[in-house]
């Protein structure tokens, strides 16, 4: 029987219950809309390409603390957000671990308060803290 922790929707004034991802089913799908695809993100065929090239330059996951792992993840050391490029001189090869903790750390909104995203408020986790969470037992979602 797998256990599911259920907490109130990121989404500022939603009300409804959230059982994956930090939003509730509806939000999450207005979201994904409004968010767009890989390629209307930028991470096209040309970016593939580019990809492959860092992945093979960059084997090794490059993170400062020399982790060792396999890298999976392409990097930018500037991101996009602040002005970053895709030269290859802006990219490295990262573990997933090691690449999700920097997003999370320096361009994830979740440390900045409320945030907007392509309309959408979005609380961060420590917003909540204080509201109780509901315990869901076998859920199939």
């Known amino acids: 029987?797998?256990?599911?922790i259920a907490s109130p929707c990121h989404t500022t004034d939603c009300p409804a219950i959230?059982?994956?991802r930090g939003?509730?089913?509806?939000?999450?799908?207005?979201?994904?809309?409004?968010?767009?695809?890989?390629?209307?993100?930028?991470?096209?065929?040309?970016?593939?390409?580019?990809?492959?090239?860092?992945?093979?330059?960059?084997?090794?996951c490059r993170d400062e603390s020399g982790?060792?792992?396999?890298?999976?993840?392409?990097?930018?050391?500037?991101?996009?957000?602040?002005?970053?490029t895709d030269d290859p001189s802006n990219l490295r090869g990262l573990c997933h671990s090691h690449h999700s903790s920097k997003t999370a750390r320096e361009d994830s909104r979740w440390g900045r308060g409320r945030a907007n995203i392509n309309g959408?408020?979005?609380?961060?986790?420590?917003?909540?803290?204080?509201?109780?969470?509901?315990?869901?037992?076998?859920f199939d979602g």
């Open 120 to 138: 959408l408020s979005i609380r961060r986790p420590r917003d909540m803290a204080a509201k109780s969470c509901i315990e869901l037992k076998s």
């Open 67 to 84: 982790c060792g792992a396999s890298s999976t993840d392409v990097d930018h050391i500037t991101s996009r957000r602040r002005g970053g």
């Open 1 to 4: 029987m797998t256990t599911h």
């Open 18 to 20: 959230a059982r994956r």
């Open 23 to 60: 939003r509730c089913i509806d939000c999450q799908r207005t979201y994904e809309r409004q968010r767009g695809n890989a390629i209307q993100r930028g991470y096209g065929p040309a970016w593939q390409r580019l990809r492959k090239l860092i992945l093979a330059r960059d084997p090794i």
